[in-house]
């Protein structure tokens, strides 16, 4: 049973009055700091909703961890992620968005107006939510991976890149992030080998021509990684290399680090017992609309779009869902 559900905020109780502190009351909360959680705010805060945007464990979320984004319309130069999340963030502050640290640690969607604590001792009470938490990067699920984590094993090239200067490193997995994370890795390492389970890239054309024409990425098609190797850091791993239909082969390399980038699994675990979501956990909303199944509650971005997952469609998405809660607001009053 999460903190939140031993406690209920709207009643005063003397006995754990202690370990809250005092209620907020606000008209818009939005969970999330992406793309669509300050394009919410930006589209909030000129509505007059007076938006309090709670920025989570990865403040500007995924793009602060990519490097150009080449993209997003308006940039014709192109811009790196953490500058385009800085200018989101001062966009949304110039309207009045309240943006504040921490992390939602509980929710209570069964009425409203919603319970959501931050940091487990900080309580709002929300006339609407914006669900913009997005998704957060997967690993392989291998022993020797979780063994080296932070020790040549990372998820982020642009966060670690910088310390593989010179060396070589593995990136696994075959679509855009995997491509981008090698390309980018490849301007500062000596050889990059790109693990690829398939015998094709899903990446998209431009990306995997990027990749095959970068003369220090190897591609290795329909390998497996078997184990990251090393002693107290990485320094190779073992791959499994089919060979037709019933054949493998090993394969060792010699790495200094290890990057997967397979993709994201949404972050909606803390509303999944209010909120419908998809057997992923991407959550679900009105087709056309951010609306999910709790009135007054809507998603925006990631979290609730496993196909385009853009940019520019989670900003997109971030603007619906504070016009369908502006919206529902004025049709409570
Ligand atoms: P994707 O889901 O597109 O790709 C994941 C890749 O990881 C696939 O190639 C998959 O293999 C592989 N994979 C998954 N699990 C394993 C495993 N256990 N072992 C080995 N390989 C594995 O995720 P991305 O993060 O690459 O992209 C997500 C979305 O974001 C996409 O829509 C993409 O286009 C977009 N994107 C756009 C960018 C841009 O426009 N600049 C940059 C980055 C992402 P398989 O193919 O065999 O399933």
Request: contains cysteine; glycine residues 10%; aromatic residues 8%.
């Amino acid at each position: 049973m999460s903190f939140f559900k031993t406690l209920d905020v709207n009643e005063d109780n003397d006995k754990k009055a202690g370990e809250l502190e005092t209620a907020e009351n606000v008209k818009c909360l939005i969970i999330g700091s992406g793309p669509a959680g300050y394009t919410a705010a930006i589209y909030a805060a000129r509505a007059n909703l007076n938006p309090v945007i709670i920025q989570g464990m990865e403040a500007g979320g995924q793009l602060t961890t990519t490097t150009e984004v080449e993209n997003f319309p308006g940039y014709p130069e192109g811009v790196t992620g953490p500058v385009m999340m800085e200018d989101l963030k001062a966009q949304a502050e110039r309207f009045g968005t309240d943006v504040r640290w921490g992390e939602v640690t509980s929710v209570d969607f069964s009425k409203r107006p919603f319970n959501v604590i931050v940091d487990n001792k900080k309580p709002f009470l929300a006339e609407s939510v914006i669900i913009a938490t997005g998704a957060t990067a997967k690993y392989l699920g291998l022993e020797s991976e979780t063994k080296f984590k932070g020790a040549g094993v990372s998820a982020c090239a642009t966060c670690d890149g910088f310390f593989y200067k010179g060396l070589n490193v593995a990136v696994v997995g075959g679509g855009d992030t995997a491509a981008e994370e090698a390309s980018y890795l490849a301007s500062l390492a000596k050889q990059v080998y790109l693990i690829v389970r398939k015998p094709y890239m899903r990446a998209s054309k431009a990306m995997i021509k990027r990749v095959e024409n970068t003369p220090n990425i190897e591609v290795l098609y329909e390998h497996n990684t078997k184990e990251v190797t090393g002693t107290n850091v990485v320094t190779g791993a073992t791959l499994v290399k089919r060979m037709g239909e019933a054949d493998e082969q090993e394969v060792k390399i010699k790495i200094d680090g290890f990057f997967a980038a397979i993709g994201h699994k949404p972050n909606s675990d803390l509303f999944k017992e209010y909120i419908d979501t998809d057997e992923i956990g991407y959550i679900k909303t009105i087709p056309g609309t951010s609306k999910t199944n709790v009135a007054g509650v809507f998603a925006a971005g990631d979290i609730q779009d496993s196909i385009y997952r853009q940019a520019v469609t989670a900003a997109g998405s971030g603007c619906m869902a504070a016009l369908d809660a502006e919206k529902f607001l004025a049709e409570q009053e």
